[in-house]
């Protein structure tokens, strides 16, 4: 079996891929700290969580999606063990470079 501590580093790097994805679609660009996860393993399965800032402006429930679907399709297929769940938590919405000087008319 593999370690929880193992395939919770697995789910953090899937997000980053996922994260970077985004980013590399969005003509906006943040400074998103690095999200943090937790998994429990058991009998070939996990559950996973993750904490993680996404920037804003973003469409929060399909940015949403594509993490949750990335990380569970990638540490699926890099540990063998089906993905029961994975849960986001997002800690902060973090604005984009470029717009703190916008203002609204």
Known sequence: ????KVVARIAVRAAQE??????????????????H????VGGGTARLGLTLD????TNLADAS???????GER??????MR???VTLAIEHLVLSEGLEHRRVH
């Open 1 to 4: 079996m593999i370690p929880e």
């Open 18 to 35: 996922a994260l970077a994805e985004h980013a590399a679609t969005s003509p906006l660009h943040a400074e998103l700290a690095p999200p």
């Open 37 to 40: 996860a937790s998994a429990t």
């Open 54 to 57: 996404l920037p804003y402006p």
């Open 65 to 71: 999606r594509a993490v949750q679907n990335h990380v």
């Open 75 to 80: 540490v699926a297929q890099l540990t063998g």
């Open 83 to 85: 993905i029961t769940e």
